[in-house]
């Protein structure tokens, strides 16, 4: 029972200081979940991280790994309600509030100040994404090969990165 | 106008779940709110390049998971209250279940690096996939300021790593000042 308090207490916290992803959280994370309460080994964090990333949803979804292995499927549950809820309900809050002030000029000024940074923010994720996963010529080929069927040929996104997992399985070992 | 047209093209709640259960249950790798944009933005309408950028950066300002806030803020754009726990549930169940499922082998000794191989072809392509999805949100920049302003930002946050406060702390009142400057 004290782990599942401990989960919404850790998850809970470390959620409303997630700003700009959950990346930045992860190096407290870990002196938690491994240090703190050791409910994972260093190698086992670093797999949950791993296993997020061959999953599909949100990368965060991580905890619910950890949560498991710290109280089972009552802790996974517990961790992804802790990690997600919280700050959903704060942004749609924000979101409520802000469709009130419906089409005033003054929401054209925002939404025209908010663009450019937003458009530059995704841009920079982009340059993460290629740093971190596209080091070799064959992962540029998928990178490339992604890109137009998806810019040029209208291809769903699902379908692209299947083809990249098949493409993962046959050459990049 | 109180019937503008975001109000027209606003989903059936049975439309916004189908929608957002696809997302969660495909949006494999990196970069996902390029499956947001591909979905919402460029098959169905429902939200305008503007709406969804306005969206990108409100679920960057506030804390929290960004796309599990973009869920959120996205579905309470479409329907409400309900539409943000629609949004949120479907885009993190399947996703949770995959990763209990396979938390329960891991911990049964499967080895997390048999799924390395998949891992890279994944990041691969949802790098292509992100690129794609800034291509296609291009004109949110708007004018030439508004480029530099999106070049400074990209600089910033990516490169340079600043942390995302400090970044939004010097990119957003220059940008106030392009967007204001342009409404004649």
């Known amino acids: 029972m004290s782990d599942l308090v401990d989960l919404v207490l850790l998850f809970g916290r470390l959620s409303f200081v997630a700003f700009g992803g959950g990346i930045g959280i992860l190096p407290e994370m870990e002196r938690a979940v491994v240090g703190g309460h050791g409910w994972v080994t260093h190698q086992q964090f670093v797999d949950s991280y791993a296993l997020s990333q061959v999953t599909p949803g949100p990368g965060m979804l991580m905890v619910v790994m950890i949560g498991y292995r710290a109280a089972g499927v009552p802790g996974a549950l517990v961790a992804g309600l802790s990690m997600f809820g919280p700050t959903g309900a704060l942004t749609w809050l924000v979101a409520d509030r802000w469709s009130r002030l419906g089409d005033r000029p003054v929401m054209a000024l925002i939404r025209g100040t908010l663009s450019p940074v937003a458009l530059g923010l995704l841009s920079a994720g982009c340059f993460t994404l290629f740093r971190l996963g596209v080091g070799s010529v064959t992962a540029s080929l998928v990178a490339a090969g992604a890109f137009a069927a998806v810019a040029g040929l209208k291809v769903s996104p699902a379908l692209v990165v299947v083809a990249g997992a098949i493409v993962g399985m046959a050459l990049l070992r | ?184």
């Open chain 2, 1 to 184: 106008m109180a019937d503008d047209t975001t109000v027209a093209k606003q989903p059936t709640l049975f439309a916004l779940f189908k929608a957002f259960l696809l997302i969660g249950m495909t949006s494999f790798g990196g970069g996902r709110s390029a499956y947001f944009q591909d979905a919402l933005v460029t098959r169905r309408g429902w939200v305008t390049d503007e709406e969804f950028l306005e969206a990108v950066a409100v679920s960057q300002v506030l804390p929290g998971p960004n796309i599990g806030n973009l869920s959120a803020y996205l579905g309470q754009r479409l329907r409400g209250w309900v539409g943000s726990v629609i949004a949120v549930t479907c885009l993190t169940v399947p996703g949770g279940l995959a990763i209990l499922g396979m938390a329960w082998l891991y911990f049964n000794g499967m080895p997390a690096s048999i799924t390395g191989p998949v891992g890279k072809g994944v990041a691969a392509a949802a790098a292509g996939l992100a690129a794609a999805a800034v291509v296609r949100l291009r004109g949110g920049a708007g004018s030439l300021g508004g480029w530099g302003i999106a070049l400074l930002t990209f600089v910033l946050f990516g490169p340079l790593g600043w942390p995302i406060l400090l970044v939004l702390a010097v990119c957003l009142p220059p940008s106030f000042v392009v967007a204001w400057s342009r409404r004649g």
